[in-house]
């Protein structure tokens, strides 16, 4: 080939990749609250219409829509002026529009729902999600927040008032596929739910870490709360949990695998419950509580945590008997009916 044409040629492949790169993201605007860039009405027009990969600016208002993402992009409210307070509120007439949970059909009407990206990120900030007036009768599943076969970052977001039905969660992500997504919820200001705060389902790679998490004191749902539930491995870190008055529920359930570290619960029925093996739980204060820290089985490490004020219950209860290898030392329990309830040996539990 002669030089001008392989020069030719190079310079095609350029203008074509630039081209293609230029076409892949951009930046847009929902509202009217910076210049100079596309603005569109809604965040469900702005979602739907620019390519993957962009990143969505969202003016403070109020956003009466379900929003449904299927691609990577970035979801980001903006401050204006002394402003900055973009809400997602339910349409009138309350949620209508649903996903279909993959791992047991659950039909779950999400405010903002984020579907099939795998491992493409779709990472929201600084957005507002309440759940009041939804219109949903008893029974139905909600969702502030709902990440289906998705990865993505959750950071300074409030999503609040997922309640009413009884089957009210502020933030679910959910995993059938083998591989292993990745979801973190960071500084977050997550309340009044009726059945969970965070819930995490099938394989996820899971961060959640400098949370608020409240559970509502008016809770209609057919079980008590969960703050944070983990069906997967994970690191459950810094996060203050906050129980209904009636201390009723679970603040931390986590099945294996998980690191649970540096939490300050206060007022559930149970602080956290080790339902699975080889869980590593460090440095967590637990107060008001019935029971500290349940441990069902073998193989966890439960070291340098406080439990105070379960004067009712105990402050570190081995549920089933049989369980072994578990190492619990180095805890302090204070004004606890009983300090470490030991229903089977093979277990390390000294000194504490």
């Known amino acids: 080939m002669r030089t001008i044409d392989i020069y030719k040629s190079v310079m095609l492949l350029l203008l074509t990749l630039f081209t293609v790169s230029g076409a892949a993201a951009k930046t847009a605007l929902v509202g ?3 210049p100079n860039l596309q603005t569109y009405p809604t965040i469900s027009q702005a979602v739907s219409s620019v390519p993957a990969g962009s990143t969505i600016l969202v003016c403070p208002g109020t956003y009466p829509e379900q929003v449904l993402i299927t691609q990577p992009l970035t979801l980001r409210g903006m401050l204006s002026g002394n402003s900055a307070n973009p809400v997602i509120v339910a349409p009138p007439g309350g949620l209508s529009n649903f ?24 990472n929201i900030s600084n957005i507002a999600v309440n759940g009041s007036n939804n219109e949903l009768p008893s029974g139905t599943s909600i969702a502030g927040i709902y990440y289906d076969n998705s990865s993505g970052i959750l950071t300074h977001d409030a999503v609040f008032n997922q309640q009413g039905t009884g089957g009210g969660y502020s933030v679910i992500v959910g995993n059938v596929n083998s591989s292993s997504i990745s979801f973190s919820v960071l500084e977050c200001s997550i ?12 394989s996820v790679a899971a961060k959640f870490q400098g949370n608020l998490i409240a559970a509502s004191d008016t809770q209609p749902g057919t079980s008590p709360p969960g703050a944070i539930i983990l069906n997967s491995g994970g690191i459950i870190s810094g996060n203050q949990i906050d129980g209904p008055s009636a201390q009723s529920g679970t603040a931390i359930l986590v099945s294996s695998d998980a690191t649970i570290s540096d939490n300050n619960i206060r007022a559930f029925g149970i602080g956290i419950i080790l339902s699975g093996s080889s869980n590593t739980v460090k440095s967590n204060k637990v107060s008001l509580s019935e029971v500290g820290i349940y441990i069902f089985a073998d193989g966890n490490d439960v070291e340098y945590n406080t439990v105070a004020n379960a004067p009712g219950g105990a402050g570190i209860n081995f549920l089933n008997c049989g369980i072994t290898g578990n190492t619990v030392i180095h805890n302090r329990v204070n004004d606890a009916a009983i300090g470490i309830e030991e229903s089977s040996s093979g277990n390390t539990i000294s000194p504490n």
């Open 32 to 34: 009217t609250c910076m």
């Open 99 to 122: 996903i279909i949970a993959p791992d047991d059909g659950l039909h779950i009407h999400y405010q903002i729902g984020v579907q099939n990206t795998t491992s493409s990120f779709v």
């Open 191 to 202: 309340h009044d739910f009726d059945q969970g705060g965070i819930q995490s389902v099938g």
